[in-house]
Nanobody, 115 residues
Framework: QGQLVESGGGLVQPGGSLRLSCAAS????????MGWYRQAPGNQRELVAR???????NYAESVKGRFTISRDNVKNTVYLQMNSLRPEDTAVYYC?????????WGQGTQVTVSS
């Protein structure tokens, strides 16, 4: 059974940067679509960015030009580089691996953007 472990969250001032990492157990994840989702209090979980096994990416409109998703299939790790952070980016960020019919979630990491 697969496992995803996120790291890299924390407190940052508006305009700052953070890089989230998601380490996947097992090399099978290199054929999975990997994504980052986030959930703020009172809101539904939403897709932030996704990267397919062939490297194609897509982003939520709210983060385009500020966030970059990437993957290292040797290290079985996916990253989310977040720049120009805004208070509205505050949320718990979750890593996701998906390949129908399988889906895995990480435990989440808190990102707080505040002065």
């Amino acid at each position: 059974q697969g496992q995803l472990v996120e790291s890299g969250g924390g407190l940052v001032q508006p305009g700052g940067s953070l890089r989230l990492s998601c380490a996947a157990s097992g090399s099978i994840f290199r054929i999975y679509a990997m994504g980052w989702y986030r959930q703020a209090p009172g809101n539904q979980r939403e897709l932030v960015a996704r990267i397919l096994s062939n490297g194609i990416t897509n982003y939520a409109e709210s983060v385009k030009g500020r966030f970059t998703i990437s993957r290292d299939n040797v290290k079985n790790t996916v990253y989310l580089q977040m720049n120009s952070l805004r208070p509205e980016d505050t949320a718990v960020y979750y890593c996701n691996a998906h390949r129908t019919p399988d889906e895995y979630w990480g435990q989440g990491t808190q990102v707080t953007v505040s002065s």
